[in-house]
């Protein structure tokens, strides 16, 4: 069955960086598409990046273009999310998700981030 | 980037009658040259990840039940559940995926009335 497990999230000072990886199984990960979506504690779900199945085409939001970078490993069946320059308002629940008919039809079950001194 | 609204924040429904949950987009949705939405519902309860409840407007996701029903076209889309379970306590979301970034509504809080 189609499994996405992420890991990486923690605390880190703002200024900081971390990388979030997800890894994927149960399906055949060089094929689809890959979402980060992230969620701050008590709020809606906001949109952060997508990578295409061959990772030569990458989107942003607004929000994080320029301090965040998608990544793929195919022959590891891995996403990854290097955050960089980390503010207090990127503490979120990170999840990754497949790409289906550009929904997200499976999820992982997030890693938190907390951004703080 | 398009805007999503949805309506109302919340909302209180005795169980077994009909909730309707509005979504709305700042700019069309409808990709004219294969006449589909660019629209995903997803449900997402406390604790749990989002689930995936209806791309392309109104196409149900696998296992989804059918109580649960996706409409609408442009600008103005519609999440319908015809008779209120229990079981469908949760925040709904639509996103467009019509252009990045693929914004999300702020969500939709459906409770028991």
């Known amino acids: 069955q189609v499994q996405l497990v992420e890991s990486g999230g923690g605390v880190v000072q703002p200024g900081r960086s971390l990388r979030l990886s997800c890894a994927a199984s149960?399906?055949?990960?060089?094929?689809?598409?890959m979402h980060w979506v992230r969620q701050a504690p008590g709020k809606g779900l906001e949109w952060v990046s997508v990578i295409s199945n061959d990772g030569n085409n990458e989107y942003y939001a607004d929000s994080v273009k320029g301090r965040f970078t998608i990544s793929r490993d195919n022959s590891k069946n891995t996403l990854f999310l290097q955050m960089n320059s980390l503010r207090p308002e990127d503490t979120a629940v990170y999840y990754c998700?497949?790409?289906?008919?550009?929904?997200?039809?499976?999820w992982g079950q997030g890693t938190l981030v907390t951004v703080s001194s | 980037d398009i805007v999503m609204t949805q309506s109302p924040d919340s909302l209180a429904v005795s169980l077994g009658e009909r909730a309707t949950l509005s979504c709305k987009s700042s700019?069309?949705?409808?990709?004219?040259?294969?006449?589909?939405?660019?629209l995903a519902w997803y449900q997402q309860k406390p604790g749990q990840p989002p689930k995936l409840l209806f791309y392309w407007a109104s196409t149900r996701e696998s296992g989804v039940p059918d109580r649960f029903s996706g409409s609408g076209s442009g600008t103005d889309f519609t999440l319908t559940i015809s008779s209120l379970q229990a079981e469908d306590v949760a925040v709904y979301y639509c996103?467009?995926?019509?252009?990045?970034?693929?914004?999300f509504g702020q969500g939709t809080k459906l409770e028991i009335k």
């Open positions: 149960g399906f055949t990960f060089s094929s689809y598409s």
């Open positions: 998700g497949r790409e289906y008919f550009d929904s997200v039809d499976y």
């Open positions: 996103q467009q995926y019509y252009n990045t970034p693929y914004t």
């Open positions: 700019q069309n949705l409808l990709y004219s040259s294969n006449n589909k939405n660019y």
